[in-house]
């Protein structure tokens, strides 16, 4: 029985019914990140705090990969590529984050619309754990 891990620990909450990015908020001057950092960018501060950034957000920009990217990140088979779709988030929070979207199709896909945040597999690693990663998808 494989176990479900994050792909990196400290991104977003797992395992989780409702999954939530963890973000930070600078304490001097209210700037939120993503992922979290140990200093702002913004003021340079290095006083900040961890934060559970809202899980719905608005589709800044996207794009539809049709080529696979690089090796690494992309460890898939060149033959297997599909294409999927990349996309800016823009969280209540005041942060943009680059994420996987779970429609490759462009006429699903619109600027403005409303997006959730949902966890998948991503792949698995040598010990044969489901490695899971966040993407967005649009919201029902």
């Not at 994050?6 to 992922?35: D, H, K, M, Y």
């Not at 979290?36 to 705090?49: F, G, I, K, V």
């Not at 619309?113 to 597999?121: A, H, I, P, S």
Request: hydrophobic share 35%.
């Amino acid at each position: 029985m494989s176990t479900q891990i994050p792909i990196q620990e400290g991104l977003f909450t797992w395992p989780a019914p409702s999954p939530q990015l963890i973000g930070s908020r600078c304490l001097n001057c209210g700037e939120v990140t993503f992922p979290a950092q140990p200093s702002c960018p913004a003021c340079t501060s290095d006083r900040t705090e961890e934060v559970l950034l809202s899980r719905r957000g608005t589709l800044w920009t996207w794009t539809i990969q049709h080529f696979p990217p690089p090796s690494p990140p992309w460890l898939g088979d060149p033959k297997a590529f599909e294409p999927f779709g990349v996309g800016y988030v823009e969280l209540p929070e005041g942060v943009r984050v680059e994420a996987p979207l779970t429609e490759n199709d462009a006429d699903s896909l619109e600027i403005g619309m409303e997006m959730e945040l949902v966890v998948r597999r991503f792949d698995e690693d040598a010990d044969g754990n489901e490695r899971m990663t966040f993407y967005f998808k649009p919201a029902a």
